[in-house]
């Protein structure tokens, strides 16, 4: 394995930044500011209580706390008492969480994941650390020790998780401190999730250096205005995005922002024109299996058209320090410049390996010395004669630009990404087809006209019975997390096969499930909004207060429909039934916001996300904010 260039682990590197630092402010969220004095005792006090419940190096502790102070200083403690991380969303309430812990072969539990997902784990309060001492305990912890484990999609119908050593995560930590100018006083956006790697990537990014974490909470974050003003009133300096989420944003000049990357997901070329002038992208790309990131471009508008660009393509860039990478073909032979292949990712950021997964581990990690150039930028990435000997298999199809830098062109499996998640169909086939009226199932990736990804699931009734989409989509929310739920779910006599008997996704994703009935919930029509009554006859008291709630509801419908992309939708649709997800949430209440003139909560919105809701939040927002439209627009139910 290639040399890691940098000294310690990352929880060694921030005790010496809090000894040297103590009163400096290192994390800010929801108005309490935290020191690094403060978050260092606190992680100490957290690292004793879990070695005086038993817990012994090198055990996985399950954190199941929400975004914040405490799950930071949790998994600081953890690291502190030789555990390993292991995050999960404690507003996951599915069977697949409830798997992921029970195979997690975890110690114990850092706050609470509920009577029957954390089985006999032993609970550990944060709360209770205040009873121990605040100096750091002294386990010794080294680079090739595990330091988290992420779970991932997996084809075979189980997550993965992935396993992180500390060496990867110090590499991380010495390729940002590299591209991303990060030093004391700056401040970093906590955006990602706890169950995302990416969140790792920013509180290191911060910690380590000096600078300060901001968290804001989830309503803060809503992708758009309510973002921006985040960005804008926090001062922050640097933040990494998913392209769609930055693409919510109307492209502006932040003051003290000075590095804005995008990751997760494929950058459009139009995203880079839109920001050029105002905040040049980096464009990140990285896998859970290599640490995050492992390669990033500095992109302007001349990038996307650059040489060996033959599309507009954002290119992907060179490695990250500590890291190498091959272009390869079937045979894992290199591949000429602009020859289409699979990507290869070597060096200090590989992961260890999936848990208690030996056959996949050996099939995804490969031992072999496979030559070739890699562009590198200067000395950080190691010359040829270091070269490592084990190699991540990304499955991502590229290609070399004649300026060295790498394009992204796809998969070459049926993996997709969406909203910065990479997903295996076959978790959700496998799913699916565990539904008593469930037979076949395939469930491919579509793009709506207005280009937002969304899964769309196409099943095979089983013999006797009816696939209600409804009822699938409820089943299946009971199982997995709301990420990985179809946006639509499409009964076909059968599955189309190609010429060698296998099904044929190339078939299903030139299908428009949006048109079809069963993809739009038809077994509930909506009801056209009341007609205008002038001049009607008098009525019995309250009447006009009927017709104006049904009318305002009936013109939210069709905002709903219309955010979905949908023909039509009804009052009592759940949004989240009908392909809804937080990005489009935020984008329906942005054209609230424009049409009536009221911010309404994201948070809210997922308590009630109804038409029906929606009317009654904007009547308990303002009893007079909607009688007159600030934009009003056409009440055609048929949608934009």
């Known amino acids: 394995m290639a040399e890691v260039r940098f000294s310690g682990v990352f929880h060694a590197v921030f005790t010496a930044r ?29 690292a004793r209580l879990l070695i005086a419940r038993g817990l012994r190096p090198g055990q996985r502790v399950v954190a199941a706390l929400p975004r914040g102070t405490d799950l930071i200083a949790s998994a600081l403690g953890i690291w502190k008492a030789g555990g390993v991380y292991l995050p999960i969303d404690v507003e996951d309430t599915s069977a697949r969480a409830a798997d992921i812990i029970a195979g997690s072969g975890a110690a114990m ?8 997902a954390g089985g006999a784990l032993e609970r550990v309060d944060p709360a209770d650390a205040a009873d121990y001492a605040g100096d750091d305990p002294g386990v010794p912890v080294g680079p090739g020790d595990p330091a988290y484990v992420i779970h991932t999609s997996g084809s075979s119908g189980r997550p993965k998780g992935v396993v992180v050593g500390h060496a990867g995560l110090a590499n991380l930590i010495a390729a940002q401190r590299d591209a991303l100018d990060i030093g004391p006083g700056d401040r970093v956006l906590q955006f990602a999730a706890a169950t995302f790697d990416a969140s790792i990537a920013e509180f290191t990014l911060a910690l380590a250096n000096g600078a300060i974490l901001h968290v804001p909470t989830r309503d803060a974050l809503t992708p758009g205005e309510p973002l921006a003003t985040v960005l804008a009133r926090d001062g922050v300096t640097h933040a990494i995005l998913v392209p769609s989420v930055l693409a919510r944003i109307t492209p502006r000049r932040f003051s003290e922002l000075r ?21 040049p992208l980096l464009n990140l790309y990285g896998v859970t299996e290599c640490s995050v990131w492992s390669t990033y471009a500095r992109t302007g508008p001349d990038d996307v058209t650059g040489p060996g660009a033959g599309d507009t393509r954002v290119p992907i860039g060179l490695p990250v320090r500590g890291t190498q990478v091959r272009v390869v073909d079937e045979g894992l032979r290199p591949v000429a410049a602009g020859t289409p292949g699979e990507l290869l990712i070597g060096g200090a950021g590989v992961a260890h390996g999936y848990l208690d997964r030996p056959e996949l581990t050996a099939e995804r990690f490969v031992t072999a010395a496979i030559p070739g150039d890699t562009a590198s930028r200067d000395a950080l990435t190691p010359a ?94 009971s199982r997995l997390p709301a990420y990985l739920v179809p946006s639509a779910v499409v009964a076909l006599p059968a599955l189309p096969l190609t010429p060698h008997g296998k099904t044929d996704r190339k078939a299903l994703a030139a299908l ?52 979905l992309e949908l023909p039509r939708m009804d009052a009592a649709d759940n949004f989240f039934d009908h392909g809804g997800d937080s990005l489009a949430a935020a984008d329906l209440l942005s054209h609230v916001q424009r049409e009536y003139g009221v911010h309404l909560s994201l948070g809210a919105f997922f308590m009630d996300p109804t038409a029906e809701g929606l009317a009654r939040q904007l009547a308990d927002a303002s009893a007079a904010a909607y009688a007159t439209p600030a934009n009003p627009a056409p009440t055609s139910r048929a949608g934009a």
């Open 259 to 279: 590095v804005l990357g995008v990751a997760g997901e494929e950058c459009p070329a139009d995203l880079v024109r839109a920001w050029a002038g105002d905040h």
């Open 384 to 477: 040829d004669d270091t070269a490592p000997d084990r190699w991540y298999r990304t499955g991502d199809l590229v290609c070399t630009r004649t300026d060295g830098q790498l394009e992204f062109l796809g998969r070459i499996d049926d993996q997709v990404q969406i909203r910065g998640r990479r997903i295996e169909p076959g978790e959700i086939e496998a799913a699916l087809t565990q539904l008593a009226d469930v037979r076949q199932a395939a469930v491919v990736a579509h793009r709506t006209p207005g280009g937002e990804p969304r899964l769309v699931a196409y099943v095979v009734a089983a013999e006797g019975t009816t696939v209600r989409e409804r009822d699938v989509r409820t089943d299946l929310a």
């Open 109 to 116: 539990v850092v706050g609470d994941v509920g009577t029957s």
């Open 512 to 563: 428009a499930p949006a048109s079809r009935p069963e993809a739009v919930g038809a077994e509930s029509p909506a009801a056209e909004p009341p007609a205008a009554t002038g001049g009607a006859p008098a009525r019995e008291a309250g009447a006009e207060a009927y017709d104006a709630e049904a009318a305002l509801e009936g013109r939210l419908a069709v905002l709903i429909a219309r955010t």
């Open 18 to 46: 809090a000894q040297a630092t103590p009163d400096v402010c290192a994390i800010a969220c929801d108005g309490v500011t935290v020191t690094y004095g403060e978050l260092d005792a606190r992680a100490n006090g957290i």
